[in-house]
Antibody, heavy 119, light 107 residues
Framework: EVQLVESGGGLVQPGGSLRLSCAAS????????MNWVRQAPGKGLEWVSV???????YYADSVKGRFTMSRDNSKNMLYLQMNSLRVEDTAVYYC?????????????WGQGTLVTVSS | DIQMTQSPSSVSASVGDRVTITCRAS??????LAWYQQKPGKAPKLLIY???SLQSGVPSRFSGSGSGTDFTLTISSLQPEDFATYYC?????????FGPGTKVDIK
């Protein structure tokens, strides 16, 4: 079964850092295009970033220079390193796979992990 | 950036009703458009991709149409499990952007 499971969310102070993880099963992360999408409490969906199978990354302007996507091929894991966190980064963060590489629509999604940035 | 709008923002409907949701892009996205369903506390679920292609496992009462800037999601006969929020998403160019959502609730 194809599945994504996020972890690593929690409470962090403004200016702090956090690393989110996404464990994949049923497929190989390194052969796919992987994304992070976030959703602030009670709000809509915001695309955050993508990591191509070839290693290229793209980021939303709101996180560029602060967030970094990476993967560990040996563990079949995806990561999102978040630095210089702001209150407005508070959201549920979902990892999601491109339905097919380069199509830029997402299936499947993980269940999400909540990041709260607050003092 | 391509801005996505949806109308209505919410709709109250009854089981068996036909429901239509509209999505508009600020510039043409060809058929690079997807629709998702999200229920409270759950991850979004892909319903429609490439404007009108039905994702595997999604009931045929869901359909999508449109190209360019104007798109439509139609639920032909609303079922109890369809009460949810629906989002469109453009996949034409980065940054990928979503519409603000349309909440379908019980009348």
């Amino acid at each position: 079964e194809v599945q994504l499971v996020e972890s690593g969310g929690g409470l962090v102070q403004p200016g702090g850092s956090l690393r989110l993880s996404c464990a994949a099963s049923g497929f190989t992360v390194s052969s796919n295009y992987m994304n992070w999408v976030r959703q602030a409490p009670g709000k809509g969906l915001e695309w955050v970033s993508v990591l191509y199978s070839g290693g290229i990354t793209y980021y939303a302007d709101s996180v560029k220079g602060r967030f970094t996507m990476s993967r560990d091929n040996s563990k079949n894991m995806l990561y999102l390193q978040m630095n210089s966190l702001r209150v407005e980064d508070t959201a549920v963060y979902y990892c999601a796979r491109d339905r097919a590489a380069g199509t830029r629509w997402f299936d499947p999604w993980g269940q999400g992990t909540l990041v709260t940035v607050s003092s | 950036d391509i801005q996505m709008t949806q109308s209505p923002s919410s709709v109250s409907a009854s089981v068996g009703d036909r429901v239509t949701i509209t999505c508009r892009a600020s510039q043409g996205v060809s058929r690079w458009l997807a629709w998702y369903q999200q229920k409270p506390g759950k991850a979004p679920k892909l319903l429609i991709y490439a404007a009108s292609s039905l994702q595997s496992g999604v009931p045929s009462r869901f359909s999508g149409s449109g190209s360019g800037t104007d798109f439509t999601l139609t639920i032909s006969s609303l079922q109890p499990e369809d009460f949810a929020t629906y989002y469109c998403q453009q996949a034409n160019s980065f940054p990928l952007t979503f519409g603000p959502g349309t909440k379908v609730d019980i009348k």
